[in-house]
T-cell receptor
């Protein structure tokens, strides 16, 4: 079946502009994650959605970052007033509700470059 | 101290060698553990889950040691195609999701 898809695959934007990144999870997966990976670094957790529960936003680095998930499926990560340090690959993953062990499946990522 | 720690390497080994990676975690309540593989400029891909009883898949063996709070990955008879970064992941099931990745261990297998 179809895997996790993300769009756009690449995004170049000017400092100060807003960007929206989209994630389509695997059909039927109730959990959705956003991560950020800077060049040569590990994955940084940003936000987690589980069904209709309130999202875990504990990883969002600043109030310029927000995310929503409509209808328990597609998710959008929005970065307002982008800064050069926001340049990274943004990865989305989804997993089923359970039972454990909650394997996550990743999309190909969106490579964001802020000039 | 990081919640999940890995030796970043790099590990440079010849073809056919056996190589082992460890990953330590700080929260003793953690319940789910995985190894992922990430190739350069690609997304992480699930390699295998890790259980206390051990998990073997071909040349790969994963093990969990709860008492010492670490997980391991053993690769036998390594191939050139095993060259990648290996990430460990720890999940607190009570949150049913919040997951912490290690920074990864880089493996290069040479002819």
């Amino acid at each position: 079946g179809a895997g996790v898809s993300q769009s756009p695959s690449n995004k170049v934007t000017e400092k100060g502009k807003d960007v929206e990144l989209r994630c389509d999870p695997i059909s039927g997966h109730t959990a959705l994650y956003w991560y950020r990976q800077s060049l040569g670094q590990g994955l940084e957790f940003l936000i987690y959605f589980q069904g209709n529960s309130a999202p875990d936003k504990s990883g969002l680095p600043s109030d310029r970052f927000s995310a929503e998930r409509t209808g328990g499926s597609v998710s959008t990560l929005t970065i307002q007033r982008t800064q050069q340090e926001d340049s990274a690959v943004y990865l989305c993953a989804s997993s089923s509700r359970g039972p454990p062990p909650y394997e996550q499946y990743f999309g190909p990522g969106t490579r964001l470059t802020v000039t | 101290r990081k919640e999940v720690e890995q030796d970043p390497g790099p590990f440079n080994v010849p073809e056919g060698a056996t190589v082992a990676f460890n990953c330590t975690y700080s929260n003793s309540a953690s319940q789910s553990f995985f190894w992922y593989r990430q190739d350069c400029r690609k997304e992480p891909k699930l390699l295998m889950s890790v259980y206390s009883s051990g998990n073997e898949d071909g040349r790969f063996t994963a093990q969990l040691n709860r008492a010492s709070q670490y997980i391991s990955l053993l690769i036998r008879d390594s191939k050139l195609s095993d060259s990648a970064t290996y990430l460990c992941v720890v999940i607190l099931n009570t949150n049913a999701g919040k997951s912490t990745f290690g920074d990864g261990t880089t493996l290069t297998v040479k002819p």
